[in-house]
Every structure is written in C-alpha cells, then in structure tokens.
C-alpha cells in the first residue's frame, strides 16, 4: 500500500534562512508526488507537482522539490524562507491514474523566527 | 475564475444527527474529491464523484455518503453523527482527466464540531 512519511512534526527556521522539509513515500511504480501548504483555517494550496521527467520541479512561491528514486524522497526546499512561509506543509503521493485519490503525509508545521 | 465554495463553512451538530455539506466546483470542472482532516488522522480520502458516479472510495463506513448533481456541485452526507466526525472536510475539484496536467484545488473547508 501508498504511503507516505513526513518525518519532522514541527520545523522552525530563521527568516532568510534556507529550508528543506524531508518526505519519504512508499509505492510501486513511478509515483505522482505533490507538496501542499495549508495556512491557519485555510484549505489546501498546491506548491508543486511531480509526474515525470526532470527530476527537479519548481513551483509557487520559490519553492522546489528534487525526486530522488533511489533515496524514495520528494524533499522541498527553498533557498531563503519569508515569515509568510509559516504554515503546515504536506506531502503526498497519488495513485497511478493521476491525482483524483491522494494520499498525504501527517503534515510538517513549519515556525519563522523573525 | 471563482474558486472552490464549500457551504456551511462552520456547523455544530449533536451525536446521532446527520449533517450535509455542499462542494460547488470551479466551472467546468467534472471531478469532486473529498477529503476529512482531523488532528490525529490527518488527511484522509474520503471520496470522488466524476460525472454524477462515485469513482473512487477512500475507506470509511456506510454513514459517510456523497452525491453529484448534473452541474457537478457535490454534497457529502453524514449519518448518525459520532464526537470522532469532528473534523475539517475539504473538497477538491478538478477536471478529473488524470493527465499530468491535472491539478486538484482545494476549497476553505467546512469545520464540523460534533458535540
């Protein structure tokens, strides 16, 4: 079965600092892979998404995630972090078919230190 | 282009009752997925309607339905509410395609506190 491991809780980084949040995924085949942010009381906003090719996918708001296969990783990660950036962030994997039944990780809660 | 709506966006409901919420798709649009989150669980599939069908089925009990009109709007339904169906439900539409083009968006959610 899919599955998908987020293994920090609770990340807390200076503003400006660089970020890179770990997700680990279990699946058979070549997995859809997508990153999420959810803002206090806000529904779910795609930063990016993996389905093929470049191994390298950039997304909103400067943010950017490496597929490794080897290492089964969708690390994200970006360069210099905004207090803006404090949210919950999600990983999550899709069945074959594409994204009509995700599964996500249990969530990185993100912390900005001014 | 509007986004994905979700009515109520607050509820309150005793145990043993039941509850409906609304998705309403972004236009033209033909796939709504939902999707219950909870502190403990996380996020959690719960179903997808494409074209008035359930197409796919998280894995949740018989109290937990949902519809899909001709417009696409969808509602969920929960029967004989119990405290552990507190939750925020989300929807996701989409075009429901499955291509790599596809994107889910997300709607703000509705807060269900079961009391």
């Known amino acids: 079965a899919q599955s998908v491991t987020q293994p920090d809780i609770h990340i807390t980084v200076s503003e400006g600092a660089s970020l890179e949040l770990r997700c680990n995924y279990s699946?058979?085949?070549?997995?859809?892979l997508f990153w999420y942010v959810q803002s206090p009381g806000q529904g779910l906003q795609l930063l990016l998404k993996y389905f093929s090719g470049d191994t390298l996918v950039q997304g909103i708001k400067g943010f950017e995630a490496e597929f490794k296969r080897s290492q089964s990783s969708f690390n994200l990660r970006k360069p210099s972090v905004h207090w803006s950036d404090a949210a919950e962030y999600f990983c999550?994997?899709?069945?074959?078919?594409?994204?009509?039944?995700?599964?996500f990780g249990k969530g990185t809660r993100l912390h900005i230190l001014p | 282009k509007a986004g994905v709506t979700q009515t109520p966006r607050y509820l309150i409901k005793t145990r043993g009752q039941q509850v409906t919420l609304s998705c309403s798709p972004i236009?033209?649009?033909?796939?709504v997925s939902w999707y219950q989150q909870t502190p403990g669980q996380g996020l959690q599939f719960l179903f997808e309607y494409f074209s008035e069908t359930q197409r796919n089925k998280g894995n949740f009990p018989g109290r937990f339905s949902g519809r899909q009109f001709s417009n696409s709007r969808s509602e969920m339904n929960v029967s004989t509410l119990e405290l552990g169906d507190s939750a925020l439900y989300l929807c996701?539409?989409?075009?429901?395609?499955?291509?790599?083009?596809?994107?889910?968006?997300f709607g703000p959610g509705t807060r269900l506190l079961v009391l």
């Open positions: 999550a994997v899709g069945e074959g078919r594409g994204d009509d039944k995700i599964i």
């Open positions: 236009s033209g649009h033909r796939s």
């Open positions: 996701a539409s989409s075009h429901g395609t499955s291509g790599p083009q596809e994107t889910q968006y």
């Open positions: 699946y058979g085949a070549t997995p859809y």
